[in-house]
């Protein structure tokens, strides 16, 4: 990642998992599984600090079993895309873990599903080195990775490698 980008995301890192934390309150789902997401996005036009630099929150969304689901990670990605950030370089996950329905691995820390992770690979501002931070709801644990780091851990398939071969 580039210094300037790593820059931000070491003045941001707190603010974005504090933020996290805070959003994941406002969630509404039917069995009460509550996510936040905050995500520190670039925007290469952008009149200085304030301007290049935004972080987006959004919460997940489920109302109804067996119907589709509103990851926050997803909603915040498609959020600062079409608000002119083209380049997303961290997103915090706060929640309390469960085992992942893909990969059934229970982190001690909330990571993107396994239908985010996909779509998060797949989407022009995510980049492999995207920071990925994750975190407990109620012990405040922490954990940092990369979204290659993340991919790896849950056995995904990795889109850019696939597109080498």
Known sequence: MEKEHLEAFERNSGNLVRIAREVAEYAYSYRGFKVG???????????????????????????????QKFCGEMTTACYAWSNGYTRIIAIAVAGLPQADGGSGILSETLHPCEVCRPFLAAFPAVTRDTKIVTVHNHSGLVREFTLEEIMRIHDDPIPWEAALT
């Open 37 to 67: 997401c905050a995500v520190l996005a670039w925007r290469p036009k952008g009149i200085g600090l304030p301007e290049k630099y935004r972080i987006f929150k959004a919460a997940n969304a489920k109302p109804i079993e067996g119907k």
